[in-house]
Every structure is written in structure tokens, then in C-alpha cells.
């Protein structure tokens, strides 16, 4: 099988909430998405997505998803999309890092494996692990009432795990964690997620304050060893997230002890292939996850869900339906949140078929 052509469609996926709001004044209003389809000679497509969270989040933004795979796409014409080994050592011979730019095409390509196999690629993964996947809500930085109201809201709807973004004013994200605490039961779960916004004594402030409640505390500060610092200071649930860019971090990270859960964001680390390796040794580890992307429609969605899903439950520490956050569809078949928890779509592969009367004409082709 050899791939014949590579499509790249470009599509707006405005936010539900009207704006998603995170540490530093930064924010989000409409979602700038690409979708990658590969064509092969075997007549068979494999489809992804990759979706930055704005462009001042990670290194990363939306125009440079596209820009990238104008690097790359013309090189992988003619290779086998199920040798994705290959796939990927083109990639890298082809543009030096940038692994956001190579996920949808290692997706895509892992799509295309399971429709050979006729497998969903939970299948391929490892295997069903679980029924479902427990989902968390993020709620966006605001006033600390709205912000409870909101978790209040999301809890009827049948989430029980909450990511509050903090990483704003230590004084104001006290109150924001107190405030969102008081209104859940116990059981529930409560992150509070910095963005590496608080500097090391904004973090440890907001740790003693919010000593007595039960929370977890994600990426605190902005550097590697700022957030080992605060880590070493509290005995809370510690997660990091954008300090986790790869196995090479991840390694690091796992003997320095610097963590209890990582934030595993596929599209990050360069895609499946990559966010398995990762996925594997953090569960050899003891170490849970929340299995997420940056953002993202209806098939970031389903590719979520074939990674959590083939991972054991007590290591799947939560995922995102990042579908339900935004107005628009954008692929036929995508998981859909039911009582707090979503699970993979039947079918080959991805299991899902991109809509292509709402992405329009190809923005790309190669
Ligand atoms: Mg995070």
C-alpha cells in the first residue's frame, strides 16, 4: 500500500462557553483545527486532527500545523502508511522537531493500520482495558463563583472529576479552589491546574493555604525544576503537564520522583506511536494519566479515546471529550459523553468519517 496523496483541511470550532480562559491573561474563542486526510492506492483514507490551544500555550500554533506538514507531506508520497516506523524517521529527516505537526500524520496513518487490520485501534493499542473512560471537566479562570456554579452545572451533567485553571492571582485562586471544593461531594476529584503560571512562592503560598483540602496540584510553576521544588514541599497528588514534552523528559521526570501523574497530550508528543511508548512505561511506573490532546473536535475526540480505553483503568486518572466543549461536528461516528464517561466508536481504526460538507475544499494537497 502506498500513499497517493495527503489533503489538509482547516476548520473553525467555536467554543460552546463563548471563551476558554486559562493562567496569564490568556484565552481562546474559536478553535483553529486541521484535519489530515492520506490517501492510498489501495483505496483505503486514514484520518487525524491536531488542534493547538492558541498559540502562546506550548511551542506550538495552528498556522504552524499547516505550515509544517507543507515541509513534510510532499516527502511521505509513495511510502506505506502502515510502516509507521518509516513514516515517522521520514518526518524527522524532513523537519527537525515540531512533533505537533507530525501527529496528525502518525494518526492518520495508525488509522489506516486499523482499517487494513479491520480493527478499531483500541484493538491495536493493547486492547480494550476498560469499558469507558472516565472523563474530567476543565472549568475556565474566573471569578470563583462562577467558577463553582460551573463545576455545579458540569456535575449534574455527570462528570465528577474537575480541572480548575488557576495560575492567576495566588489570592484569587484560593478562593477559587475553596469555593469549587465546598460544592463537591467527596469522591470527587478536584485538579487545580496552574499552567505554569505561579511563580515558586505564589505556588507554595496557595499549597499551604489549601492544606486541609483534598486537591490535586497540576504544573504549578513554569520550569522543570521550579515545579520539582514545589513537588519536594508537598505531600498533594502532583501532576505535570507541559514539562512532559517527551519519553526523553518523561525518563527524567520518573526518576527524579517529580510526579504522581502525567499529563499525556498525543498531539505534544508527536502522536500515537510516540504517546504509547509514553503511555506504556508511565504505567511500568505506577504512574496514572490523564490522556488528553491540546484541544480539539471529533476526531481528536475519538483518538483519546482508543489510547485511554487501552490503557488499565487505575492508570487512566481521566480524558477529555473535548467534542462536547465546542459547537461544531466535524466527524460522523465520534465518541459521545455519556454520564461522565465516553467510549470508542465501533469500526476500523478511528472508527469515525470525517464530515466533509462542513471542512470544505482541501486547504492544502499534496
Ligand atoms: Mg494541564
Redesign the pocket.
Known amino acids: 500500500m502506498k500513499i497517493t496523496a495527503i489533503h489538509v483541511y482547516q476548520v473553525d470550532l467555536p467554543l460552546k462557553e463563548g471563551r476558554y480562559a486559562w493562567s496569564n491573561g490568556n484565552f481562546v474563542e474559536v478553535f483553529d483545527s486541521t484535519v489530515v486526510a492520506i490517501e492510498t492506492d489501495a483505496g483505503l483514507a486514514g484520518y487525524a486532527e491536531c488542534c493547538p490551544l492558541g498559540s502562546a500555550y506550548l511551542p506550538a500554533y495552528a498556522r504552524g500545523v499547516r505550515a509544517g506538514l507543507e515541509e513534510i507531506a510532499p516527502k511521505l508520497i509513495g511510502l506505506d502508511p502502515t510502516d509507521i516506523v518509516a513514516v515517522n524517521q521520514a518526518m524527522d529527516a524532513a523537519l527537525n522537531g515540531h512533533p505537533y505537526v507530525k501527529s496528525p500524520i502518525d494518526i492518520a496513518c495508525w488509522d489506516l493500520l486499523g482499517k487494513v487490520a479491520k480493527l478499531p485501534l483500541v484493538k491495536l493499542l493493547g486492547g480494550a482495558a476498560q469499558p469507558d473512560v472516565k472523563l474530567y471537566r476543565a472549568i475556565s479562570q474566573e471569578e470563583p463563583q462562577t467558577m463553582a456554579r460551573k463545576i455545579a452545572g458540569y456535575k449534574a451533567e455527570g462528570y465528577t472529576k474537575f ?1 480548575l485553571k488557576v495560575g492567576g492571582d495566588p489570592r484569587e485562586d484560593i478562593a477559587r479552589i475553596h469555593a469549587c471544593r465546598k460544592i463537591l461531594h467527596e469522591g470527587d476529584i478536584l485538579v487545580a ?1 496552574a ?1 505554569t503560571g505561579w511563580t515558586r512562592h505564589e505556588a507554595a503560598r496557595v499549597i499551604a493555604a489549601v492544606a486541609d483540602l483534598d486537591l490535586y496540584i ?2 504549578p510553576c513554569l520550569t522543570y525544576e521550579e515545579c520539582l521544588s514545589i513537588r519536594r514541599r508537598t505531600g498533594k497528588p502532583f ?1 505535570l ?2 514539562n512532559i514534552t517527551g519519553l526523553e523528559t518523561l525518563v527524567r521526570a520518573i526518576a527524579d520522583d517529580a510526579m504522581d501523574i502525567v ?1 499525556l497530550k498525543i498531539s505534544k508528543v508527536g502522536g500515537f506511536s510516540k504517546a504509547r511508548a509514553m503511555r506504556d512505561l508511565c504505567v511500568a511506573h505506577g504512574i496514572s494519566m490523564t490522556i488528553e490532546d491540546t484541544w480539539g473536535g471529533d476526531i481528536v475526540t475519538a483518538a483519546i479515546a482508543h489510547l485511554a480505553q487501552s490503557t488499565p483503568a487505575e492508570f487512566v486518572f481521566s480524558a477529555t471529550d473535548f467534542n462536547s466543549y465546542v459547537s461544531k461536528t466535524i466527524a460522523h461516528n465520534a465518541p459521545r459523553r455519556v454520564g461522565g464517561a465516553m467510549k470508542t466508536p465501533e469500526g476500523h481504526g478511528l472508527g469515525i468519517e470525517p464530515d466533509f460538507a462542513v471542512l470544505g475544499s482541501p486547504v492544502l494537497s499534496f
Open positions: 480541572q491546574d499552567n497540576e504544573q501532576v503537564d507541559e499529563n
